[in-house]
């Protein structure tokens, strides 16, 4: 509205004033200069409509300033937190239990990607050795030895391989686990006659060894009076019983566990009571 009052008066401004003789004198004097040319009320009209046909000039849009989105911190977990794995370990089992007399405990399984360990699976009930855990166990004791250890390069097991990526080797007549501190070859596989001793005949330990996975505890064997203890495993539970020295999970759960385990990993199986796991 303001530009078509301009015009307007523009157009008003322009018409010549009906005056008498000294407005004609002025006239007359002003003869030689070009004349204003007349602005109708519907030339403005269009000179408006024209120039809103135009395009607006471009205004600079700032980008508002964003934030930058993080994603939460996991929260701390028993894999987390420890300190004495390998550097290139990325597998992880923790098994732990509320104190050291105690046979029942529980095994959760961790993977670790970058620098993040996550559970692979849900924590899952364990049964430990008649005398619970033990720092510095001997043959014989019925305890579980804790520490860290591997996991030998050979899963076992009486049934056909469930799908492992470790080799496997399917039990026969005679494969027994060494366990004469005596000769040389104890605490290890060995098919054979009986080696003597507390030797165990592993195709015979049913439901015990249907599967199982050698934990590396004093595995190479360090000489020691008395002995350090042998043949401990990872294997079948039998509900309702604790073991002489292992770690036993339901069969499903273990099979579970034996398939996840991969030697590209270098896994590791952590043993303590939860308190004491501070120490790996």
């Given at each position: 509205?303001?530009?078509?009052?301009?015009?307007?008066l523009?157009?008003?401004?322009?018409?010549?004033?009906?005056?008498g003789?000294?407005?004609?004198?002025?006239?007359?004097?002003?003869?030689?200069?070009?004349?204003?040319?007349?602005?109708?009320?519907?030339?403005?009209?269009?000179?408006?409509?024209?120039?809103?046909?135009?395009?607006?000039?471009?205004?600079?849009?700032?980008?508002?300033?964003?934030?930058a989105?993080?994603?939460?911190?996991?929260?701390?977990?028993?894999?987390?937190?420890?300190?004495?794995?390998?550097?290139?370990?990325?597998?992880?089992?923790?098994?732990?239990?509320?104190?050291?007399?105690?046979?029942?405990?529980?095994?959760?399984?961790?993977?670790?990607?970058?620098?993040?360990?996550?559970?692979a699976?849900?924590e899952?009930?364990?049964?430990?050795?008649?005398?619970?855990?033990?720092?510095?166990?001997?043959?014989?004791d019925?305890?579980?030895p804790?520490?860290?250890?591997?996991?030998?390069?050979?899963?076992?097991?009486i049934?056909?391989?469930?799908?492992?990526?470790?080799?496997?080797?399917?039990?026969?007549?005679?494969?027994?686990?060494?366990?004469?501190?005596?000769?040389?070859?104890?605490?290890?596989?060995?098919?054979g006659?009986?080696?003597?001793?507390?030797?165990?005949?592993?195709?015979?330990?049913?439901?015990?060894?249907?599967?199982f996975?050698?934990?590396?505890?004093?595995?190479?064997?360090?000489?020691?009076?008395?002995?350090?203890?042998s043949?401990?495993f990872l294997?079948?539970m039998?509900?309702?019983r604790?073991?002489?020295?292992c770690?036993?999970?339901?069969?499903?759960?273990?099979?579970?566990?034996?398939?996840?385990?991969?030697?590209?990993?270098?896994?590791?199986i952590?043993?303590?009571?939860?308190?004491?796991?501070?120490?790996?």
């Open positions: 509205m303001a530009l078509l009052a301009a015009f307007t523009a157009a008003c401004a322009a018409q010549p004033a009906r005056t003789a000294g407005s004609r004198a002025t006239a007359g004097a002003d003869a030689g200069a070009r004349p204003l040319p007349a602005v109708s009320e519907q030339a403005a009209r269009d000179e408006l409509a024209r120039r809103a046909d135009l395009p607006e000039p471009d205004r600079a849009v700032r980008p508002s300033p964003s934030k989105v993080t994603s939460p911190k996991p929260a701390p977990n028993d894999a987390s937190r420890l300190r004495t794995l390998p550097a290139d370990t990325t597998q992880v089992i923790v098994v732990k239990a509320s104190g050291f007399g105690t046979s029942t405990g529980t095994l959760r399984a961790f993977s670790k990607r970058g620098t993040t360990w996550t559970p699976f849900s899952m009930p364990a049964r430990l050795g008649t005398k619970g855990f033990k720092d510095s166990k001997v043959e014989g019925l305890a579980s804790t520490g860290v250890y591997s996991f030998g390069r050979t899963m076992y097991g049934a056909a391989d469930p799908g492992v990526r470790y080799d496997y080797h399917r039990l026969v007549e005679n494969d027994w686990w060494n366990e004469n501190p005596a000769t040389e070859g104890y605490n290890s596989f060995f098919h006659a009986d080696p003597g001793g507390a030797s165990e005949a592993l195709w015979e330990t049913d439901p015990q060894y249907r599967y996975a050698v934990i590396n505890y004093n595995i190479p064997v360090r000489p020691a009076d008395p002995p350090r203890g043949g401990i294997h079948v039998v509900p309702g604790s073991t002489a020295g770690v036993a999970l339901a069969e499903p759960d273990l099979v579970k566990v034996l398939r996840w385990l991969d030697p590209a990993a270098k896994p590791r952590v043993m303590a009571p939860a308190s004491e796991l501070s120490r790996y």
